[in-house]
């Protein structure tokens, strides 16, 4: 019955820190670590469509691939867990395909990215099980 409200409990708590450590991460080392590596792929402008489909989609797979099962099995570690391995791969599916297929890509870029990956999905999926706790059975 409380499975929707978990949720979007967990999807909003998800999506809060997505969006605030990315904001951090980007503001960081773009400037430093992503322009003067990738510049010659990098679009000329900023396309915010793209990048709010992607922040919605991976706060929906972050709530549901770890912070909820984490949740059912009642440890935030399972959560932190499993958010970790989702930001590996969905990471290293990136970084590694574009490593793989463009001429113009860093492997400093691509090592740096999924140590970000990790760490960033394993915080949103801890944030999201939090927030999914605040609804009561």
């Known amino acids: 019955m409380n499975g929707l409200p978990r949720f ?10 997505l969006l605030a450590l990315d904001a951090v991460w980007i503001t960081l080392t773009g400037p430093t670590l ?3 590596a990738l510049h010659a792929v990098l ?9 709010v489909l992607f922040y919605l989609t991976y706060a929906a ?15 935030w570690t399972g959560a ?8 590996l791969v969905a ?3 990136y970084d590694l395909t574009n490593q793989a297929t463009l001429a113009v890509w860093s492997r400093q870029v691509t090592a ?13 999926a801890t944030a999201g099980y939090a927030a999914s706790g605040l609804i009561r059975r």
Do not use: E, H, K, N
Request: net charge positive; charged share 10%.
């Open 8 to 17: 979007f409990a967990g999807y909003f708590g998800a999506l809060v820190v």
């Open 34 to 36: 992503y322009r003067p």
């Open 43 to 51: 679009a000329s402008g900023f396309r915010p469509v793209p990048a």
């Open 61 to 75: 797979g972050v709530t549901g691939l770890a912070s909820l099962p984490g949740r059912g099995a009642g440890r």
């Open 80 to 87: 932190a867990w499993r958010g970790a391995l989702l930001g």
């Open 91 to 93: 990471y290293a599916t």
């Open 112 to 124: 740096l990215d999924l140590i970000w990956g990790v760490f960033l999905t394993a915080c949103a």
